[in-house]
Each structure stands twice: as C-alpha cells, then as structure tokens.
C-alpha cells in the first residue's frame, strides 16, 4: 500500500459547513413557505383548534391525572419488585451469569426511571392545562385543587420510588454509596464507582450533551415558527434558548475548571 | 482491539471468582468483567495492582498487539 493511499481524503470544512447552511436554508424556507400554504390563512382554525384540545384536557384534568397516578404506582411497583428478584440472582450467580442479569438489571432501572420522568412529564403538561387564574376564576377552583392534590400525590410517590429504586441498587450493589435525600447525592454517587463506572457515566454524560445540542435548534426553529404563525408567546423561546445557555455554559466551565484544577495541582 | 489480556487465566488458576477479585483490586465486579471481555483497558495504576494481586508482571496480563493493517 502507497503512502498517499493510506492518508485520508481531505475534506474542505468551509465548503462543507457553508453546503450543510445552504441546504438547512432551502430547507427551512421550503417548511416555512409549506406552512405558510396549508396553514397561512387557517391561523384562526387552528387557534381554536387549540383552544378545544385545551379546554377538553380541562374536563379530563381530574380522571387523567388519577389515571396517570395509578399507572405510575404499578409501573413503579412492579419495576422495584423485578429489581428486587434480579438483585437476588446477581446475588446468587457469578461471572457471565452475572453479566447478563446486570445488564437486565440496567434495562430495568432504566425503564422504572423513564416511567418515573414520563408520569412527571405527563402530570405537568395535563395540569398545566388548567392551571390558569382565567380558568380558575371560571368556576373552576375545586377541579384545579383536586387536580393539584393528584399531582402532588403522584408527585411525592415518584420521589419515594426513585428513593426506593436508589437504595435498591445500593442493597445489590453495596460499594454504591451516597444519601438519596442529600443535595450532593450525584457527587457522593460518583465517588463511590470505580474507573470503569465513571467511564461509563461520563461517556454517557457526553452522548447527553450531543443529543441536546442536536435537539434544541430544532426545538428553537419550532418554537419560532409556533410563534410565527400562531403567536404562541415568545416564552416557548425563551426556555429554550436558556437551556440552550445553561448546559453549553455548564459543559464549558466544568472544562475549563478542571483543566484549571490540573494546572494547580 | 490491540491491547489482549489474560486476566481471566490467572484468576481461574487462583481460583476466585469475578467478586473476589474485584474486591482485592478495590474495584466492582463488572470492571473485572469489562477488563476480561476486552471491553474496558484499565488504568496503569488498576493494571499494576491486578498484577501484584495475580503475582505476575503487567506484561504477563496484557499484551500490546500492533495491528497487521498499520
């Protein structure tokens, strides 16, 4: 083999970079001019639309939340429960027996977890449909407060459940430490795992940190052109423009202090 | 992969198990595990305290294996 053969193609950034702009352009105007065509002159429609979908998760507040809160405390029960029985065979079996029951282990820690964030998620949005003085003032205020109770309960069992699910995974795994009520709970998580441990959650951490960035523009030319053609409120932006901040600025400066802390070392 | 090892040899002739092995290494089991299946390369200070605990040299553990291709 040549040695030209071996080095890679060049690849011109600045002309890749300004094709990839020009086309995300087209593509935007193309949705823009799209949007404009189907929904241009059904703004209206579609605002009331919108209005019908809000006040029908009004009447449905109540019942929906209960709902919810019940799915969630059988999901959750059922998540800790097979939990429990794979920390019995983890505990029994050893080497590549073990592996694969950790690794169910994992899979069912993370589908308890994102059943947990998905009720939170759920309740927040369904409440958030009623959650208004105008709709309040309506007549409305003992559905809103017993909606608000569901909430809270359901709230509170999600707490207790990742509390659960914590010290769960802390019974299988003693070496796992850290106070599930403490502020600095992920810290103290994080000093407890070994090399290979913190690989695996900073390799992660960077797949979040990527993930994100890919999705908040996206969210951003959404919720610009939500407000653009149905004036939804320069808040949706804002949010998200802000998030967008604080995790670049948080990744930034936790770079930037630890290679400080390593220099002072 | 280039980096070969043959941790789960000198752990089958002490006769521990995964846990055990973890436990004199200060480490948990699945980094014993990751480290045998080649997924994971340990540390210099990790692959030093395995050899001590094996007593064997690094060497005899890992093997670096240059690629054919480069």
Not at chain 1, 178 to 187: H, L, T, V
Not at chain 2, 36 to 49: F, I, W
């Amino acid at each position: 083999m040549t040695r030209d053969s071996q080095e890679p193609k060049k690849i011109n950034s600045y002309k890749k970079t300004g094709l990839i702009m020009l086309a995300a352009a087209l593509f935007s105007a193309v949705l823009g001019l799209l949007t404009m065509l189907l929904l241009g002159g059904r703004t209206d429609d579609i605002q009331t639309g919108i209005t019908d979908i809000l006040s029908f998760i009004q009447r449905i507040m109540l019942p929906a939340l209960l709902i919810i809160t019940a799915v969630t405390i059988v999901l959750g029960e059922r998540s800790i429960r097979r939990l429990r029985a794979i920390g019995e065979k983890i505990r029994e079996t050893e080497d590549e027996e073990c592996d694969r029951w950790e690794y169910e282990e994992e899979k069912t820690g993370a589908v308890g977890v994102m059943s947990n964030i998905l009720s939170q998620v759920l309740c927040v949005l369904i409440l958030s449909a009623g959650y208004s003085v105008k709709y309040i003032n309506d007549g409305n205020h003992k559905n809103v407060l017993a909606s608000c109770l569901v909430f809270l309960g359901c709230h509170a069992y999600n707490s207790f459940c990742q509390i659960r699910y914590i010290k769960t995974v802390q019974a299988i795994h003693p070496g796992q430490k850290g106070d599930p009520s403490s502020r600095k709970f992920r810290q103290q998580w994080l000093d407890s795992c070994d090399e290979a441990q913190k690989e695996l959650i900073y390799q992660s951490a960077y797949k979040t940190y990527c993930a994100i960035n890919t999705w908040i523009p996206i969210l951003l030319v959404f919720t610009m052109l939500g407000h653009l053609f149905f004036d939804t409120g320069i808040m949706a932006i804002v949010v998200v423009a802000v998030i967008w901040i604080v995790v670049t600025g948080s990744y930034l400066h936790s770079c930037v202090s630890m290679k400080g802390t390593k220099l002072r070392e | 992969m280039a980096l070969l090892n043959y941790l789960k040899e000198y752990r089958s002739r002490m006769g521990i198990n995964q846990t055990e092995l973890g436990k004199l290494a200060g480490v948990s089991r699945q980094t014993i595990s990751l480290i045998e299946r080649g997924d994971y390369s340990p540390s210099v200070t990790l692959a030093l305290k395995l050899a001590k605990i094996c007593q064997v040299t690094v060497e005899d553990i890992f093997e670096y294996k240059e690629d054919e291709e480069s």
